[in-house]
Nanobody, 114 residues
Framework: VRFVESGGGLVQPGGSLRLSCAAS????????MGWYRQAPGKQRELVAR???????TYAGSVKGRFTISRDNAENTVYLRMNSLKPEDTAVYYC?????????WGQGTQVTVPS
C-alpha cells in the first residue's frame, strides 16, 4: 500500500490550496481515508476523515474551512483548504483512517507565513 501526497506550497494567509493523495495497492473505495498534519514540534493530528460512503468529519480547528472529498475511480482523496492561517503550517499526510498498519507517505508541506 502506498500513498503519494501533492499540492502543498507557500500561500499567504487567507489563501487556498487543494491537496491530493493518490493511493495504490489497495481496494481504495472500501476504506475510510484521513488527512493528517504534523506541525514542527507537535504530534501528528487527524484533520479530516471521509468514509467509504462519503460521510465527513473534521477537527474543530479546520471545520468550515477545509473540505475532504474522494474520487474512487481515480483512487484519490483531496483536501480543499480555504482561509488558510499561519497555524495551518504543517506537513500534510493521508492514509487509511481506521487501519494502523499503513506506512506514512512523504507528505506535502504547506506553509502559511505570519
Amino acid at each position: 500500500v502506498r500513498f503519494v501526497e501533492s499540492g502543498g506550497g507557500l500561500v499567504q494567509p487567507g489563501g487556498s490550496l487543494r491537496l491530493s493523495c493518490a493511493a495504490s495497492g489497495m481496494i481504495f473505495s472500501i476504506f475510510a481515508m484521513g488527512w493528517y498534519r504534523q506541525a514542527p514540534g507537535k504530534q501528528r493530528e487527524l484533520v479530516a476523515r471521509i468514509t467509504s460512503g462519503g460521510s465527513t468529519t473534521y477537527a474543530g480547528s479546520v471545520k468550515g474551512r477545509f473540505t475532504i472529498s474522494r474520487d474512487n475511480a481515480e483512487n484519490t482523496v483531496y483536501l480543499r483548504m480555504n482561509s488558510l492561517k499561519p497555524e495551518d503550517t504543517a506537513v500534510y499526510y493521508c492514509k487509511r483512517s481506521d487501519y494502523d498498519g499503513d506506512n506514512w507517505g512523504q507528505g506535502t508541506q504547506v506553509t502559511v507565513p505570519s
